[in-house]
T-cell receptor, first 115, second 108 residues
Framework: ETGVTQTPRHLVMGMTNKKSLKCEQHLGHNAMYWYKQSAKKPLELMFV???????ENNSVPSRFSPECPNSSHLFLHLHTLQPEDSALYLC??????????????FGPGTRLTVL | GQNIDQPTEMTATEGAIVQINCTYQTSGFNGLFWYQQHAGEAPTFLSY????GLEEKGRFSSFLSRSKGYSYLLLKELQMKDSASYLCAVSGDYKLSFGAGTTVTVRA
């Protein structure tokens, strides 16, 4: 595997379900990110991890819970979601977090539908 | 915080040139990125500018004026495969802030 991978690619869940999104990067990067992308809206930054430490939580509801067990893996745990949470969830990684080191490499995304 | 503006949509003819403008207001600036995103796919890196001036990379060029808070992406010799969304992103304090993207449609 190369680059940034995400699983699953598609997910349909009910509002009472619990599910997790997984992201893995094979680039030796130190920073990882979760973004939400809704139609016609800017990419919304959700969480940032630098060297496994969470450095940003962009006012994300508690029904989204991130986990970063090591610098290569990032999870997003989902529970009791709402239909408006349906979106494309993108994971990204970067060598660092400032200047040109902030060049982010994106995974293919998970298309989430909440019924 | 960051405020990033770019046009929503642009249409151009195959072989033509299109310029996508981006203006930003930022509390911290460590460079500006342009990304390309095809429908249903992940964004991919196109360019990075941190100093004023023009950076040319094949058919694509990117310009930055830090004093004006302004950048543009220039796409030359447009091809059908260039139909995509183009995202302007400002590198601030340990994160990127993205514009909403400009959807470019290339017509034959």
């Amino acid at each position: 595997e190369t680059g940034v991978t995400q699983t699953p690619r598609h997910l349909v869940m009910g509002m009472t379900n619990k599910k997790s999104l997984k992201c893995e990067q094979h680039l030796g990067h130190n920073a990882m990110y979760w973004y939400k992308q809704s139609a016609k809206k800017p990419l919304e930054l959700m969480f940032v991890y630098n060297f496994k430490e969470q450095t940003e939580n962009n006012s994300v509801p508690s029904r989204f819970s991130p986990e970063c067990p090591n610098s290569s893996h990032l999870f997003l745990h989902l529970h009791t979601l709402q239909p408006e949470d349906s979106a494309l969830y993108l994971c990204a990684s970067s060598p660092g977090s400032t200047g040109s080191y902030n060049e982010q490499f994106f995974g293919p995304g998970t298309r989430l539908t909440v019924l | 915080g960051q405020n990033i503006d770019q046009p929503t949509e642009m249409t151009a003819t195959e072989g033509a040139i299109v310029q996508i403008n981006c203006t930003y207001q930022t509390s911290g600036f460590n460079g500006l990125f342009w990304y390309q995103q095809h429908a249903g796919e992940a964004p991919t890196f196109l360019s990075y500018n941190v100093l004023d001036g023009l950076e040319e990379k094949g058919r694509f060029s990117s310009f930055l004026s830090r004093s004006k808070g302004y950048s543009y992406l220039l796409l030359k010799e447009l091809q059908m495969k260039d139909s995509a969304s183009y995202l302007c992103a400002v590198s601030g304090d340990y994160k990127l802030s993205f514009g909403a993207g400009t959807t470019v449609t290339v017509r034959a």
